[in-house]
């Protein structure tokens, strides 16, 4: 085969295999007063276009920043990214800019947990919508006013005409939420970066933009990376859960494994922690002890000191995820000593 024969043929069998992001040994320091916080450690995972990775972790672990670094919106100057991010076969790390304003909106779109960080509270939800989908799609006004209606209608917004004519601060918590999941999706992303979108809310209205939002990933084919600090969430939104602990992946892998059948200490004492039947709504601060100091790192597990299970290897360094299953991996010396049932 010559060497044009093997181009051609590169991009179909690629696209199949391709993972739309792929994040290699993301590492996310910042300078402080304080000292350099570690804040991400050595992240790696690949996300498959249309599923949704559930991000699990207590306050502090690191979910933000590692969202944010896939965006590119950490602050400049005081932070440094190391590693790699490669969405859709292109590396954002060492990407312009100007380019990188291109994707973020049409490509990749994020929601917070305060909707007022998106949503600007001196134009209304209408003309919020619409100028995003003329500036991406360079439609007409009238057809993209239109457009704007039918997400305020996908994200099942009462009375959306009229809605359109609101001003953020006129809607309640919930449409506020629901009119940012339709500004993020206005121009059908590729990947979608959710940081705690439901946390703020009550129980019922959180329940009901979770299943919105499922629905509408469906819909649309959409990948999403969704961060949350609780159990019940993660279980009904991921495909693939990810556990993070001190700016690491502790344990990854199919959503069912990672949540019925944890494999690692620290996972295992998360669902021990978490009551069943009202899983919804806990705080991840049940296990002993306090998080690790991230400008103060122990060198070898994070976890160690809290950990029932540790060893003195465990404080020596060294550990890597390993795998334990059909995608499933642990980042535990024990279990990759032992077997995963050293501690059942
Ligand atoms: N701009 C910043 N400068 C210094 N430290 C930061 C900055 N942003 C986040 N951090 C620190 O990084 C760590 C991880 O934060 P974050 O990702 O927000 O945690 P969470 O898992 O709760 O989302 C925390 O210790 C936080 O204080
Ligand atoms: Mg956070």
């Given at each position: 085969m010559n060497r044009q024969t093997l181009q051609a043929d590169a991009p179909l069998s690629a696209t199949a295999a391709t993972p739309l992001l792929s994040v290699k040994d993301l590492a996310v320091r910042f300078a402080t007063r304080e000292g350099v916080v570690e804040a991400v450690n050595g992240v790696n995972f690949n996300l498959a276009r249309g599923e949704v990775l559930g991000i699990l972790g207590e306050s502090g672990s690191g979910k933000s920043v590692?969202?944010?670094?896939?965006?590119?919106?950490?602050?400049?100057g005081r932070t440094t990214v190391t590693g790699s991010i490669n969405f859709d076969g292109h590396?954002?790390?060492?990407?312009?800019?100007?380019?990188?304003?291109?994707?973020?909106?049409?490509?990749?779109?994020?929601?917070?947990?305060?909707?007022?960080?998106?949503?600007?509270p001196v134009?209304?939800?209408?003309?919020?919508?619409?100028?995003?989908?003329?500036?991406?799609?360079?439609?007409?006004?009238?057809?993209?006013?239109?457009?704007?209606?039918?997400?305020?209608?996908?994200?099942?917004?009462?009375?959306?005409?009229?809605?359109?004519?609101?001003?953020?601060?006129?809607m309640s918590g919930g449409m506020r939420q629901?009119?940012?999941?339709?500004?993020?999706?206005?121009?059908?992303?590729?990947?979608?970066?959710?940081?705690?979108?439901?946390?703020?809310?009550?129980?019922?209205?959180q329940i009901q933009i979770i299943l919105l939002l499922r629905e509408l990933q469906r819909e649309l084919g959409m990948a999403v990376i969704f961060v949350t600090h609780d159990v019940g969430v993660a279980s009904e939104i991921s495909d693939a859960v990810a556990v993070m602990y001190g700016g690491r992946y502790m344990e990854h892998g199919p959503a069912e494994n990672v949540l019925l059948a944890p494999n690692h200490p620290y996972t295992h004492g998360?669902?021990?922690?978490?009551?069943?039947?009202s899983m919804r709504g806990q705080r991840l601060d049940t296990i002993p002890g306090l998080p690790p100091d991230l400008a103060n790192l122990?060198?070898?597990?994070?976890?160690?000191?809290?950990?029932?299970?540790a060893i003195p290897e465990c404080e020596q360094g060294g550990i890597a995820l390993s795998a334990v299953g059909k995608n499933h991996f642990s980042a535990c010396l024990r279990v990759e000593k032992e077997g995963r049932s050293f501690f059942a």
């Open positions: 590692s969202l944010r670094a896939i965006m590119g919106i950490l602050p400049r590396e954002l790390l060492s990407m312009p800019e100007k380019e990188l304003d291109r994707l973020r909106g049409p490509e990749i779109a994020m929601i917070f947990q305060e909707p007022m960080t998106a949503l600007d134009f209304t939800v209408g003309e919020q919508i619409a100028e995003t989908i003329v500036r991406h799609e360079g439609v007409d006004w009238s057809t993209a006013n239109a457009r704007a209606k039918n997400f305020l209608e996908m994200v099942r917004i009462p009375s959306p005409e009229r809605r359109l004519q609101a001003y953020p601060h006129e629901r009119a940012m999941i339709a500004l993020a999706l206005s121009c059908k992303p590729k990947l979608l970066l959710a940081d705690e979108p439901t946390t703020a809310l009550d129980v019922t209205v998360l669902m021990n922690s978490t009551v069943h039947g122990p060198k070898g597990c994070p976890f160690a000191a809290r950990c029932g299970h």
